[in-house]
Nanobody
Framework: QVQLVESGGGLVQPGGSLRLTCGIS????????IGWFRQAPGKEREGVSC???????RDAETVKGRFTISRDNAKNTVYLQMNSLKPEDTAVYLC?????????WGQGTQVTVSL
């Protein structure tokens, strides 16, 4: 059974930084496309950033230049470095892993950007 566990969320002031971590167990992450999504209260889930096994990266326009996705296949871990955070970045951030017919989600970690 593949499990994804996010960590690293918290409360940060506008302009601050956080690094989210997604640890993956039960399978090797090498072949998976890994993505970070977020969902704010009352809003639909939206894609933030994703990275294919080839290294190809796609970022949402709202986070380009501020967020960076990376992966360490040896550690089966994916990261999301978030800089210059804004109040509108407040949401639950979820990790997603997709490969062929397999689609897995973590439980999410809360990120709150506020004074």
């Amino acid at each position: 059974q593949v499990q994804l566990v996010e960590s690293g969320g918290g409360l940060v002031q506008p302009g601050g930084s956080l690094r989210l971590t997604c640890g993956i167990s039960g399978d090797t992450v090498y072949y998976y496309t890994i993505g970070w999504f977020r969902q704010a209260p009352g809003k639909e889930r939206e894609g933030v950033s994703c990275m294919a096994s080839t290294g190809l990266i796609r970022d949402a326009e709202t986070v380009k230049g501020r967020f960076t996705i990376s992966r360490d296949n040896a550690k089966n871990t994916v990261y999301l470095q978030m800089n210059s955070l804004k109040p509108e970045d407040t949401a639950v951030y979820l990790c997603n892993a997709v490969w062929l017919m397999n689609n897995y989600w973590g439980q999410g970690t809360q990120v709150t950007v506020s004074l």
